[in-house]
């Protein structure tokens, strides 16, 4: 078989023996494999990426010499029906005949299932053809929505619905660390939207999943849902800024370890050390302060502390005190189960060794960050301009 010379003729010779399968899903399944290679190269808005090479692919195609050729166009068509000529696709007569199926789904039920953190949340939607015997079985779109770094951080699709969604179901009810609920159908197709934008911009996708190779597909499923009318949920409001620190300050968890009533110093180190976990969760999606799992722990304690701020010593013996007291009180004024309290604290217990490595190797610092220390320790005083501009005169050969 020649080489193709085109990307359009790489795609033809990959999509040669579509007609051979046995149902709409199959080729689905196909297509959006096939789209997942343009999804993964893209290098800023991949699913423009994608929309613009079914343009190009279509008009390229313009007149199929073979079946298989009519039926890859019908499918990419029918995954991603706003691409340029989309809508002037026809059912091509010599076409398998489950291919007047593409597509002819209907959404069968709509869940939500995560982690009682909320770190994470996963939509699971069952769709099934109008016709099954051409179409293929009931199948479900699951994408799970990453809410510390507010993305969707996978999409998968499930060529068979029920055992999945039996499983799901047997995981969330035999662990108290996870929920599971029906979920309004615009609702979830909203949150994975939004979430899915933000991916498409990714220049580096996650490696783990199937979120290139079922993308496609997910997503033409997902427009099939309504559109959110539904308000979005909301906790009941607590404290928030000063009234949530001196709530925090007047808690028993504050109390418990020692955060006041210290000396002038211990005060001081322990307003920044707070200071710092507020604004950290500020950074986060959603801002909640009260938002506090292992996970959130870790890229405080790991990753974002060493990055954004300089500790000097009282700061950094500190901070082990307030994150284990913030730690008690987010978990108990959000009514975590006890067993999630006690995951966090043993996270926080190895945790800590590594945020004091970290601390006094500095190698997690930003360039910026570790100018600042060094100024620091140095004796010049970062807010003093004048007093740095002598300093980048005296050091300017290094």
């Known amino acids: 078989m020649p080489a193709p010379r085109t990307v359009y003729d790489a795609v033809l010779q990959a999509a040669r023996d579509v007609t051979k399968l046995g149902c709409a899903l199959d080729a689905e399944m196909l297509g959006t494999a096939l789209l997942g290679s343009v999804y993964t190269v893209a290098t800023d808005d991949r699913?423009?990426?994608?929309?613009?090479?079914?343009g190009r692919f279509l008009t390229a195609t313009t007149d199929p010499d073979t079946p298989a050729t009519a039926t890859i166009r019908e499918v990419f068509a029918t995954l991603v029906p706003d691409a340029d000529g989309a809508t002037e696709v026809g059912h091509a007569a010599?076409?398998?005949?489950?291919?007047?199926?593409?597509?002819?789904?209907?959404?069968?039920?709509?869940?939500?299932?995560?982690?009682?953190?909320?770190?994470?949340?996963?939509?699971?939607?069952?769709?099934?053809?109008?016709?099954?015997?051409?179409?293929?079985?009931?199948?479900?779109?699951?994408?799970?929505v990453d809410h510390n770094i507010g993305i969707t951080k996978d999409v998968f699709v499930a060529t068979s619905a029920a055992p999945l969604l039996d499983q799901v179901r047997e995981i969330c009810d035999a662990d108290e660390l996870t929920w599971f609920r029906s979920e309004d159908p615009g609702r979830l197709r909203d949150e994975v939207g939004r979430h899915l934008r933000v991916t498409d911009e990714l220049g580096?996708?996650?490696?783990?999943?199937?979120?290139?190779?079922?993308?496609?597909?997910?997503?033409?499923?997902?427009?099939?849902?309504?559109?959110?009318?539904?308000?979005?949920l909301t906790e009941p409001a607590g404290p928030t800024g000063q009234k949530l620190i001196r709530d925090f300050l007047a808690s028993p968890e504050a109390a418990r370890y020692d955060l006041t009533g210290g000396a002038a110093a211990d005060v001081a180190s322990m307003d920044f050390c707070l200071s710092l976990v507020l604004d950290h969760a500020a950074s986060l999606p959603g801002a909640d302060p009260l938002r506090w799992s292992p996970a959130v722990a870790g890229l405080f304690l790991l990753d974002w502390v060493h990055r954004r701020a300089v500790l000097d010593l009282d700061d950094a013996a500190m901070m082990p005190r307030v994150v284990r007291a913030w730690s008690a009180y987010s978990t108990g004024r959000r009514n975590l189960p006890a067993a999630a309290v006690q995951e966090t604290e043993d996270a926080l217990e190895e945790l800590i060794p590594e945020f004091a490595r970290?601390?006094?190797?500095?190698?997690?610092?930003?360039?910026?960050?570790?100018?600042?220390?060094?100024?620091?320790?140095?004796?010049?005083?970062?807010?003093?301009?004048?007093?740095?501009?002598?300093?980048?005169?005296?050091?300017?050969?290094?």
């Open 94 to 144: 010599e076409a398998p005949p489950w291919a007047t199926q593409l597509g002819r789904v209907r959404p069968t039920g709509c869940w939500a299932y995560g982690d009682v953190y909320g770190d994470q949340t996963s939509y699971l939607v069952t769709f099934a053809y109008e016709d099954s015997s051409d179409g293929g079985p009931e199948h479900a779109v699951v994408a799970l």
């Open 47 to 54: 699913a423009a990426a994608v929309r613009d090479f079914v």
């Open 204 to 232: 580096d996708l996650p490696s783990d999943g199937s979120l290139s190779t079922d993308r496609a597909l997910a997503a033409a499923r997902l427009a099939l849902l309504p559109a959110v009318t539904t308000p979005p």
């Open 358 to 398: 970290l601390y006094t190797t500095g190698e997690r610092r930003s360039p910026a960050t570790a100018a600042v220390a060094q100024l620091i320790s140095e004796g010049v005083d970062p807010n003093d301009s004048a007093a740095i501009d002598a300093w980048l005169e005296a050091n300017r050969d290094e």
